[in-house]
């Protein structure tokens, strides 16, 4: 497979990655630091061409001289070896101010100059195409030649105004700027080619403690994640994903801890009323029996079965509730007559256990509410409040309805739990008894199913137990009916 440039760019290799963008960016470096070097080199050339064209020129013109209202020049154009013909002659023309030509270098024979337009006793330098047809330099300027005698300058005799070019090939200098941008040329090459190698070595010996990483979470053990990566070991830079890699580790073994106990609290709970299913028949079936003896038998086993299906129908709703499928069917919802109308199912045991019950209901209007849900939430605190209050004790039921949030507060005497141990109990199968009697009513699983339908419906919920008082605070976000 042939990998283009743009390719290489984004690479899912991080070395080639790494290596090919450094690559780019020396190569971008050595271009521009060799274009520079090569314009500053040919700015340099150029002012000493120039300076030795400004030398024949300034030589010719203090050889010009005015006779009157004639010119001549006091070496004859043909004793100027310099401006003789031949391939690398040098060329030079003088003219009057009105454009006639008056001397010019043997190396022109039956040539002319272009007669330049425009130019000052202020030296001028151009590119122009020689007589030859190759290119060349030229500097022009005009001048007053100096009289042949001081005489005529003392007889009011004007001096007049001559213009002189001269050129000068410029393949010697054309041939230097090429040597010199072949020679940056080759240098810049090897040097990109040469930093390429070493960068190669640098980023393999850069990238080993990624390699060292990769080693260390290669030891992490599937069936074990309590080993953590050392921050000690890794760089700076690498510092924040050890750590986020150790967080999530955490929270995986965390996670494989709860499945765990998960697993083997669901086997526990359900051995239990499976052992009792079973003992209830294997009695039942040891011999004949009168009808209303198995009317009981048919009685204890459907309430054991009840309790399975109740336990078995909490861990459903908390699936679903862990995978996000619980939706909200909310609808407008006279709370206090809700809470009262939950209530009704716990009134015959409240009064068989005599307990005292005290209502605070500061509603007012409907709330929006999803019935089931709350309902799954009420339920479940309310039959908590009343089975682990002690007989003759005390109940609250509290509720506020305020601007953004519906406060709901439960609370009974005669709490055996400890206020460290009161978060505790929303874990799943934690409770605060270890008897586990009510298969499916008190498995552990209710404050669990609160959390998660308090949960789904935006609120919060906590709970705390000091001096014998349980308390149980809901809070959720406040939908006014309209």
Known sequence: MVWLPWQWLHSSSLRLRLLTRATVALALIFTLAAGSLYLIMRASLLTEFDAAL????SALASLTEQDTEKFKMEVEPGELPEFAAGRRSNYFQL?????????????????????????????SHRFVRLPDGKEGREIAFTFKPRFEDEKYKLKGVPQRM?????????????????????????????????SVGIMGLVIQRGLQPLRSLAGSIERVGADDLSERIR???????????????????????????????????VAHELR????GLETVLEVCASRRREPAAYESVIGKCLRLTQGMHAMVNNLLLLARADAKQLSLQTEPVNLGNFMRECWIAFEP??????????????????????REKMRIVLNNLFDNAVTYTEEGGRMSIAATTGADRTTLIFTNSGSRISTENAAKLFD???RGDEARSDIGVHCGLGLSLCRKMVEALGGTIIADSRDGIFAV??????????
């Not at 510092?239 to 765990?260: G, H, I, M, Y």
């Not at 045991?349 to 999803?370: P, T, Y």
């Not at 605070?473 to 309209?482: D, E, G, I």
Request: charge should be negative.
């Open 54 to 57: 400004m030398t024949q020129a």
């Open 95 to 123: 003219w009057t101010s009105e454009g006639q030509s008056l001397f010019k270098s043997v190396s022109l024979a039956k040539f002319d100059l272009k007669f330049p337009i425009g130019v000052t006793d202020r030296p």
């Open 162 to 194: 001559v213009l002189l070019a001269v050129t000068k090939p410029t393949h010697d200098f054309a041939d230097t700027l090429e040597r010199l941008a072949w020679a940056l040329l080759i240098v810049s090459v090897a040097a990109i080619v040469a």
């Open 231 to 265: 921050l000690d070991e890794a760089p700076q830079e690498l510092t924040p994903v050890v750590q986020r890699l150790n967080d999530l580790l955490t929270r995986l073994d965390s996670a494989l801890t709860r499945e765990k106990s998960f697993t083997a609290d």
């Open 272 to 275: 239990t009323p499976l052992a």
């Open 349 to 370: 045991c409240v009064a068989q256990r005599k307990l005292n019950v005290e209502w605070k209901l500061e509603v007012s209007g409907d709330v929006l509410l999803d």
């Open 428 to 430: 799943r199968f934690w």
């Open 473 to 482: 605070t809901v809070s959720l976000p406040t939908m006014n009916a309209k």
